[in-house]
T-cell receptor, first 114, second 113 residues
Framework: SAVISQKPSRDICQRGTSLTIQCQVD?????MFWYRQQPGQSLTLIAT?????????ESGFVIDKFPISRPNLTFSTLTVSNMSPEDSSIYLC???????????FGPGTRLTVL | SQKIEQNSEALNIQEGKTATLTCNYT??????LQWYRQDPGRGPVFLLL?????KEKRKERLKVTFDTTLKQSLFHITASQPADSATYLC????????????FGTGTQLKVEL
C-alpha cells in the first residue's frame, strides 16, 4: 500500500487567514483526492487533484476558496482560504494508486479556526 | 435526492458475537461499494470492495453482501474482538463517476469483553 503523509497534522488559525496543507505520497499515483470531515460527520469530497491541470471540484466547493496544486505525481497541496470557524474540520488526502478503486488515506489535518 | 444511510446509533456487541452493519442508499446506481474502517484521529482504512454484479465477498472474518434490488449492503464481522471497535463507513462509486467516492455517515461499533 502507499504511504501518505500530511503536513501539518493540526493547526489553529485565525479567521480571515489561509492555511496550506501538504500531501506527500511515497510512490507515483494518478488519482489524488481531497476530502473534508466536519466534526461528527462523514467524509465529503472536495476535489480531484489532477497532475498538470486544474483540479476538478465537487458541487459546493470552488477554486477561490480551496485552491489545489498538483505539481507532480507524488505531491499535492490544498489551501483553505479566508478561513472562518465553519472551516474547522479534518482535511484528508487520498490516493488510488493501484487503479483498483481502493483508496488509501493520509492521516488528516485537523484545522481549528477561531 | 441521493442518500447513503448507515445506522447512526452506536452498535454495542459482546466479544465473540457477529457484528452486522447496514448501509442503505437511494437514487444511486453504484458501480461498486466499499467499506472502510476509521479509528479516532486517523484516516479511513480500506477493508473490502464489492461490485454491482457480486452478491457476497469475504476476507478473513469480514463478509460483505450487496443487494442492488434492496439498495443495501450488509457488513459482517464474525468472532468480533475489542480491537474491532471503530467507526465503519460505506462508500459508493457510481457508474461513470470514475474513482470518486461518496461516503455514508458511518456506524460506530464497540465490542465489549
Amino acid at each position: 500500500s502507499a504511504v501518505i503523509s500530511q503536513k501539518p497534522s493540526r493547526d489553529i488559525c485565525q479567521r480571515g487567514t489561509s492555511l496550506t496543507i501538504q500531501c506527500q505520497v511515497d510512490s507515483q499515483v494518478t488519482m489524488m483526492f481531497w476530502y473534508r470531515q466536519q466534526p461528527g460527520q462523514s467524509l465529503t469530497l472536495i476535489a480531484t487533484a489532477n497532475q498538470g491541470s486544474e483540479a476538478t471540484y465537487e458541487s459546493g466547493f470552488v477554486i477561490d476558496k480551496f485552491p489545489i496544486s498538483r505539481p507532480n505525481l507524488t505531491f499535492s497541496t490544498l489551501t483553505v482560504s479566508n478561513m472562518s470557524p465553519e472551516d474547522s474540520s479534518i482535511y484528508l488526502c487520498s490516493v488510488d494508486w493501484t487503479g483498483s478503486n481502493e483508496q488509501f488515506f493520509g492521516p488528516g489535518t485537523r484545522l481549528t479556526v477561531l | 435526492s441521493q442518500k447513503i444511510e448507515q445506522n447512526s446509533e452506536a452498535l454495542n456487541i459482546q466479544e465473540g458475537k457477529t457484528a452486522t452493519l447496514t448501509c442503505n442508499y437511494t437514487n444511486y446506481s453504484p458501480a461498486y461499494l466499499q467499506w472502510y474502517r476509521q479509528d479516532p484521529g486517523r484516516g479511513p482504512v480500506f477493508l473490502l470492495l464489492i461490485r454491482e454484479n457480486e452478491k457476497e465477498k469475504r476476507k478473513e472474518r469480514l463478509k460483505v453482501t450487496f443487494d442492488t434490488t434492496l439498495k443495501q449492503s450488509l457488513f459482517h464481522i464474525t468472532a468480533s474482538q475489542p480491537a474491532d471497535s471503530a467507526t465503519y463507513l460505506c462508500a459508493l462509486s457510481i457508474t461513470g463517476g470514475g474513482n470518486k467516492l461518496t461516503f455514508g455517515t458511518g456506524t460506530q461499533l464497540k465490542v465489549e469483553l
